[in-house]
Nanobody, 121 residues
Framework: QMQLVESGGGLVQAGGSLRLSCAASGNTFSSNAMGWFRQAPGKQRELVAGISSGGSRTIYADSVQGRFTIARDNAKNTVSLQMNSLKPEDTAVYYC??????????????WGQGTQVTVSS
């Protein structure tokens, strides 16, 4: 079993930055792809960014490409999401997710509790 705990959310003005972190328990972190998802009120949860188990491959939603950066530290069992040039439409609850591979992100039951990001205009 893997437990995921997100942190780093908060309130920021448009154009600002935030860095989210997700800490994983257990000894299977380094064998899983990791992803960040977000869900805004009234909308479906969407994949924001994903990273392969070894960190060599990353994917991003078009809406965040060039503004967000996902990274992982397998020695510390953490995955981060650096968010720059934030926009009001980035406002959502952000979740991290673990899955065997990038293609299966979002399909596993390994989710954190979420962290709120609010971007004011």
């Amino acid at each position: 079993q893997m437990q995921l705990v997100e942190s780093g959310g908060g309130l920021v003005q448009a154009g600002g930055s935030l860095r989210l972190s997700c800490a994983a328990s257990g000894n299977t972190f380094s064998s899983n792809a990791m992803g960040w998802f977000r869900q805004a009120p009234g909308k479906q949860r969407e994949l924001v960014a994903g990273i392969s188990s070894g960190g060599s491959r990353t994917i991003y939603a078009d809406s965040v490409q060039g503004r967000f950066t996902i990274a992982r530290d397998n020695a510390k069992n953490t995955v981060s999401l650096q968010m720059n040039s934030l926009k009001p439409e980035d406002t959502a609850v952000y979740y991290c997710n673990a899955a065997p591979m990038i293609a299966t992100l979002g399909t596993s039951g390994y989710w954190g509790q979420g962290t709120q990001v609010t971007v004011s205009s």
